[in-house]
Nanobody, 123 residues
Framework: DVQLQASGGGLVQAGGSLRLSCAAS????????IGWFRQVPGKEREGVSC????????SYADSAKGRFTISSDNAKNMVYLQMNSLKPEDTGVYYC????????????????WGKGTLVTVSS
C-alpha cells in the first residue's frame, strides 16, 4: 500500500523554526514528485513546495521562498520541509503528497495524499 505520513508539526512562536518530515512507502520514490501543501480551515488547500530528486526539480510558493527549504533523502524515502522565520499566516495543516513524474505538483494533480500535521504559529 502507498503511504505518506507527515510529522513534525507543533506550536511555535513567530520567528521560530520547525522541520516537517514526510515518510513515503509503497512506491518507487525516484519516480515521484513529492509536495508539501497547507490548508487553513475555511480556505482551499495550497501548494507550499515540491521536490523530485531524480531530475533536480524543486519549487516554492512565493510565501515560502527564502524561508522554507525542501529536501529529500532518497535512501530513506523521506522528504523534509525546513521552515524558518515562521509567521502566524503559516499556520495550518501541512500535508505531503506524491505525483508520478513528470506530473504537475499541484493540489488537483497529486496521486497520493498522507494525513496532515498541524503547524500553529503564535504571534
Amino acid at each position: 500500500d502507498v503511504q505518506l505520513q507527515a510529522s513534525g508539526g507543533g506550536l511555535v512562536q513567530a520567528g521560530g523554526s520547525l522541520r516537517l518530515s514526510c515518510a513515503a512507502s509503497g512506491f518507487i520514490f525516484d519516480d515521484y514528485r513529492i509536495g508539501w501543501f497547507r490548508q487553513v480551515p475555511g480556505k482551499e488547500r495550497e501548494g507550499v513546495s515540491c521536490i523530485s530528486r531524480s531530475d533536480g526539480y524543486t519549487s516554492y510558493a512565493d510565501s515560502a521562498k527564502g524561508r522554507f527549504t525542501i529536501s529529500s533523502d532518497n535512501a530513506k524515502n523521506m522528504v523534509y520541509l525546513q521552515m524558518n522565520s515562521l509567521k502566524p499566516e503559516d499556520t495550518g495543516v501541512y500535508y505531503c503528497a506524491g505525483v508520478v513524474m513528470p506530473g504537475l505538483c499541484a493540489v488537483g494533480a497529486m496521486d497520493y495524499w498522507g494525513k496532515g500535521t498541524l503547524v500553529t504559529v503564535s504571534s
